[in-house]
Nanobody, 125 residues
Framework: QVHLVEGGGELVQAGDSLRLSCRVSGPTGTIQSMGWFRQAPGKERDHVATIGWKTGKIYDEDSLKGRFTISRDSGKNRLYLEASSLKPEDTGVYYC??????????????????WGQGTQVTVSS
């Protein structure tokens, strides 16, 4: 099955930028799309952005547009999330996730079939 491993999370200052990565292994030919979610302490896991693995079409959240950019290198089996102008409220565990079936909706957590273990991002003020 598809295996996902995130990396790149760290402690940064407010205003800094960060690049998260997700390494994808397994039967990647079945992947339809991949996304990033984040979860702050005591809160729900929220959608950040999704990208069509073959199409490159991006589905992102209006509230984060301009600061968070998703991209992928399907040849290298890598998913990325560029985050800029980080704020303390961006603190949380960031997860990558993959969908291997049709009829999905980008922001629906339950539509994702595979999840990584998460990488911690902490933004200090």
């Amino acid at each position: 099955q598809v295996h996902l491993v995130e990396g790149g999370g760290e402690l940064v200052q407010a205003g800094d930028s960060l690049r998260l990565s997700c390494r994808v292994s397994g039967p990647t030919g079945t992947i339809q799309s991949m996304g990033w979610f984040r979860q702050a302490p005591g809160k729900e896991r929220d959608h950040v952005a999704t990208i069509g693995w073959k199409t490159g079409k991006i589905y992102d959240e209006d509230s984060l547009k301009g600061r968070f950019t998703i991209s992928r290198d399907s040849g290298k089996n890598r998913l990325y999330l560029e985050a800029s102008s980080l704020k303390p409220e961006d603190t949380g565990v960031y997860y990558c996730a993959a969908i291997d079936h049709g009829g999905w909706t980008a922001g629906v957590r339950e539509d994702y079939d595979y999840w990584g273990q998460g990488t911690q991002v902490t933004v200090s003020s």
